[in-house]
């Protein structure tokens, strides 16, 4: 089953796909970007943030002075690891924390490594004074004094701000997710016929403008380039500026991708409508459609004068818009320019806006009356007791929905709530403030949260699995650890009875292991690898990343190659995996590679040991069967 929601590909290629959009539209910075070894030596003359050395802090005078200062690496992320003093429950949630610190030391680290890493900083230390500021105003006590600020659930007109020229802006305090909306009713009016729907990130400090996440632009009388009417979309970053303009309809309509299977551009659009009706007509040389004298009139989804209901949904790849009920557009999401970090919505132009909604917000639920809150904590750790299994879920930091949906569910598992097995979801933080203070209060809440000392990118996201490598074997001691996502259904009783069978303790990757991929060479490919990231012509067999295993010598290896900066970085996440074990391989450790064909990582199957791309919902679905003592039966929505 696809679902809009529900990508065709696995996670991991969507690093790809968006990295494939960047090189198309920067060449030039090709090198910075697509190199997976950061190296800040021989990048200096190409990287966007060449004012950061990897020098020991140097004595700033005149710490104003910041547009010209140097900033070490130490001195970024000075912040996020100095001592402070946390509370027990507070130290749950850091247990990774401290070990995180080589990260950034390294040199290897990814495109974008420093700008998460200064930006979780400065994300952190707003953090740390709201929970000391907290903290002494209900005089010691731990406890968070109510909760006035929430996540809101939804947003209408009444929250947004008019501006003088005709447009409006409306705050979302907590980012979108997917399954997140945003719907506009309004007239196209004035006489340019030109309005636009920007999705902004946070304010850079320093910058006049916040990056735009997505501009939609929308031309009735067409442009420079078109008499007719378009729509172009685009992002825009102080660092890269805009991107390559989607327009609808393309330029080249058989370039027209799809995203979320579908299409970047409706194929209707610009096309000939027969009088009076919506469809385009079949423009077939023999028939041609009659018309008397005037132009053939072109389809558009929007007309002025006329009310339109636009809903620009949040999938897993892309924006999808639809127009009146009918998908128009759909725009892939950017390296850095994920949906989680919009923080604003701004409509403006040649538009009466009538209404507008954001819904399925990211909310997180209120604990203090939840009634099952004890059997939702997880069961201490017992540092002296071997662990037969720690599973690693990577998650977002606004994906409240999802993590409790994990809670209620496979976390439920009796060999989870005795401790055999223990589970923790590993979060980067977010820019935005009230995210971290309800990422915070759920850690303190369920102490299931292990937090990165970076911003959440997913650019990054295989600092994620040294991290699970160093929690199930610095932290706890498990004979194996599993990663999955949060959107992962695992059946956790079904991995250890397969792990008894195979039997082995030493060298095993368990999962859906492909041992017959290959780089994408093709530069236009969505997924393309510059032979600078991986030179050889297959990749070593990996496991699809919503669920694999490892056993804890390849795991201990990890951080321990890790810490003497040895591990190549790559950024798909499930592949390093296979990179890192094929290098151990290498060095004479005999490796098992295990294939269960019952995970599953575009989706669910009847029998599945792991389904992937299940929403909070369908979770609750699957483990309801699996209570109900049917067989391992799928959900869909
Ligand atoms: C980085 O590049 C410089 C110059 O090209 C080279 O000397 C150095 O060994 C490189 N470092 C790494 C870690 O690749
Ligand atoms: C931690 O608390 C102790 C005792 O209350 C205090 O002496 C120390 O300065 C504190 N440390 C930090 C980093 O706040
Ligand atoms: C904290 O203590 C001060 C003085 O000891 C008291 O005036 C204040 O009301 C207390 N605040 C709370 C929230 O208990
Ligand atoms: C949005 O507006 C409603 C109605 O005025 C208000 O109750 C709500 O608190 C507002 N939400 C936010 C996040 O400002
Ligand atoms: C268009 O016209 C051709 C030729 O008359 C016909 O074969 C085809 O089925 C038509 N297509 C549609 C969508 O009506
Ligand atoms: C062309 O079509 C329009 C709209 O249907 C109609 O008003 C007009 O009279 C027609 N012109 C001719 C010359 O048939
Ligand atoms: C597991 O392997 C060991 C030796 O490799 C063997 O002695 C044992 O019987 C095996 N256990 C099972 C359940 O197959």
Redesign the pocket.
């Known amino acids: 089953m696809k679902r809009w929601y529900g990508g065709v590909f696995s996670t991991s290629f969507i690093m790809l796909l968006l990295l494939g959009y960047y090189i198309v539209q920067n060449p030039i910075k090709e090198n910075y970007f697509t190199s997976p070894v950061f190296n800040y030596t021989n990048t200096l003359s190409t990287n966007p943030l060449e004012w950061i050395t990897m020098a020991a802090p140097p004595a700033d005078p005149n710490p104003e002075n910041s547009a010209q200062k140097v900033v070490s690496i130490e001195k970024i992320s000075s912040s996020l690891f100095r001592p402070r003093n946390y509370s027990l429950e507070e130290k749950e949630s850091l247990h990774t924390w401290n070990h995180l610190k080589e990260l950034v030391s390294h040199s290897q680290v990814f495109p974008n490594a420093v700008d998460a890493i200064r930006e979780a900083g400065g994300a952190w230390n707003n953090l740390m004074s709201s929970v000391e500021q907290e903290r002494t105003q209900s005089n010691g006590s731990s406890q968070r004094s109510g909760k006035q600020k929430q996540c809101?659930h939804f947003?209408?007109k009444?929250?947004m701000t008019a501006l003088d020229d005709n447009s409006f802006k409306l705050?979302v305090?907590c980012g979108l997710t997917q399954g997140s909306s945003v719907t506009i009713i309004g007239i196209p009016n004035g006489l340019l016929g030109n309005f636009k729907i920007d999705l902004t990130g946070e304010h850079i400090p320093g910058e006049p403008d916040p990056p735009i996440i997505l501009h939609y632009n929308v031309r009735l009388h067409g442009d420079k380039i078109t008499e007719n009417p378009v729509i172009v979309q685009n992002t825009w970053t102080v660092n890269h500026d805009w991107g390559e303009e989607k327009r609808c309809p393309p330029p080249n309509p058989e370039k027209n991708k799809k995203v979320d299977d579908l299409e970047e551009c409706n194929a209707r659009v610009g096309q000939d409508v027969k009088h009076g009706q919506n469809r385009p007509a079949n423009v077939s040389a023999k028939h041609p459609v009659t018309h008397n004298g005037s132009n053939p009139k072109k389809y558009f989804p929007f007309k002025q004068g006329f009310l339109s209901v636009a809903t620009l949904r949040v999938g897993s790849e892309g924006f999808q818009m639809t127009v009146d009920g009918r998908h128009i557009s759909s725009f892939a999401y950017h390296e850095t320019l994920e949906p989680w970090l919009v923080s604003e919505v701004r409509i403006s132009g040649d538009i009466k806006l009538i209404s507008a909604v954001a819904s399925g917000l990211p909310t997180s639920e209120d604990s203090e009356h939840m009634i099952d809150l004890d059997v939702l904590k997880a069961p201490p750790l017992s540092p002296r007791k071997q662990l037969d299994l720690f599973i690693g879920v990577f998650s977002t930091a606004n994906n409240f929905k999802r993590r409790m949906a994990v809670r209620r569910t496979w976390m439920q598992y009796e060999v989870v709530r005795s401790g055999q097995v223990a589970v923790r979801f590993f979060v980067g933080l977010h820019k935005n403030q009230m995210v971290n203070d309800e990422l915070w209060d759920e850690a303190r809440t369920y102490g299931d949260i292990q937090l990165m000392p970076f911003i959440d990118y997913y650019s990054i996201i295989t600092w994620k699995t040294i991290a699970i490598c160093i929690f199930g074997t610095e932290v706890v001691s498990s004979k194996f650890v599993m990663k999955t996502d949060d959107d992962a259904f695992v059946r956790v009783d079904e991995i250890l009875t397969s792990l008894k069978s195979v039997n082995v303790t030493r060298g095993l990757l368990y999962g859906l292991i492909n041992s017959d991929s290959h780089p994408h060479r093709d530069p236009d490919s969505k997924w393309y690898i510059s032979p600078e990231e991986w030179s050889e012509e297959t990749y070593p067999p990996w496991a699809h990343g919503p669920g694999y295993v490892v056993s804890s010598d390849i795991a201990k290896a990890i951080y321990k190659n890790h810490k003497k900066g040895h591990l190549k970085m790559f950024k798909l996440e499930d592949v390093a995996m296979g990179i890192w074990i094929a290098d151990m391989k290498k060095k004479g450790l005999e490796v098992r590679y295990e294939k269960d064909e019952r995970i599953f990582n575009e989706g669910c199957k009847d029998g599945y040991v792991v389904a992937h791309y299940q929403s909070p919902r369908e979770m609750l679905c699957l483990w309801q069967k699996l209570q109900e003592g049917k067989r391992a039966a799928c959900c869909s929505d």
């Open positions: 809101p947003l209408s009444m929250n705050w305090p």
